[in-house]
């Protein structure tokens, strides 16, 4: 999940010149007095980007084979969510690249319920107005109708898939007749997932999209060190989608937002 993802450790940040140094690794023994440092060993066997195997070429880690014994690696570099099962094995100098409960804060209809519960219970005068409209379907799909019905024609929704990534699977719809929407709802793969008033318009810095992430990285005590990153699309925005008939268009891998095309990175 980078997504767009993704609260932990990315691979680019990996390649920092602090890492690059000749003292990678870890110190596992002295001899003669001095300290000889081992090459960090990796697990990589739950990994499918080759990304990640360039890195640890570049950064001299030692790619253990699969099935190795966790006894026998320091990083453990996973594609999906960990139990806390699996983080509670993790020796004292051991890391993984992700944290625990990250599931809430990557899984769209669980954000929208926190950013929800948060704006309910905000003071007077502290503003969650930084995040549009949000339904959670299929538990809000008659609030969305209505919503729906009575912004009109004129007015788009944006429909993100609960678990998707990426840009897979996202549509962009009008509003209108229950009926209407219904129709394009239908078309989905899934109903798990999070509809929103569309921004035509979003944030753009120098004409970019972009979106901002947290590299938190495991140990087996719960702790992680968190360093903000932003990243920006290759490319300036540009119109990319027209309205055909009532659905307005279906998101692609390639692209941001119907109006504003922002190329993928590839993770």
């Not at 697990?43 to 966790?70: F, H, I, N």
């Not at 897979?168 to 229950?178: A, F, N, P, T, V």
């Not at 719960?222 to 903000?228: F, L, N, V, Y």
Request: include cysteine; aromatic fraction near 6%.
């Amino acid at each position: 999940m980078l997504l767009d993802s993704t609260a932990s450790l990315t691979a680019l940040d990996l390649v920092d010149s602090r890492h690059a140094s000749s003292s990678r690794g870890l110190v596992r023994r002295k001899a003669g007095g001095r300290q000889l440092v081992a090459p960090l060993r990796v697990d990589l066997s739950a990994c499918k980007y080759e990304l990640l195997q360039l890195v640890a070429a570049r950064l001299g880690w030692q790619v253990v084979a699969p099935g190795t014994p966790e006894s026998q690696w320091d990083l453990f570099w996973t594609d999906t969510s960990i139990s806390q099962e699996r983080l509670l094995r993790l020796a004292p100098t051991q890391r993984i690249n992700h944290f625990l409960g990250m599931l809430e804060l990557c899984r769209k209809r669980s954000m929208a319920r926190l950013l929800a519960g948060l704006a309910a219970a905000a003071p007077p005068g502290c503003s969650y107005d930084f995040f549009p409209p949000t339904w959670q379907l299929p538990g809000q799909l008659r609030d969305f109708l209505a919503a729906a019905k009575a912004a009109g024609r004129k007015a788009t929704f944006i429909v993100k898939p609960d678990a998707g990534c990426q840009g897979k699977g996202i549509r962009l719809l009008q509003g209108g007749s229950e009926a209407a929407v219904l129709r394009s709802l239908a078309g989905m793969a899934t109903l798990q997932a999070v509809a929103q008033a569309y921004i035509p318009r979003p944030l753009l810095v120098s004409s970019s999209s972009g979106g901002s992430s947290s590299s938190s990285p495991s140990s087996s005590g719960g702790s992680s060190s968190s360093t903000p990153t932003c990243r920006f699309a290759r490319q300036p925005g540009r119109s990319c989608c027209t309205s055909t008939g009532h659905v307005v268009c279906e998101h692609h891998a390639g692209c941001g937002c119907c109006r504003w095309h922002k190329p993928a990175l590839g993770l």
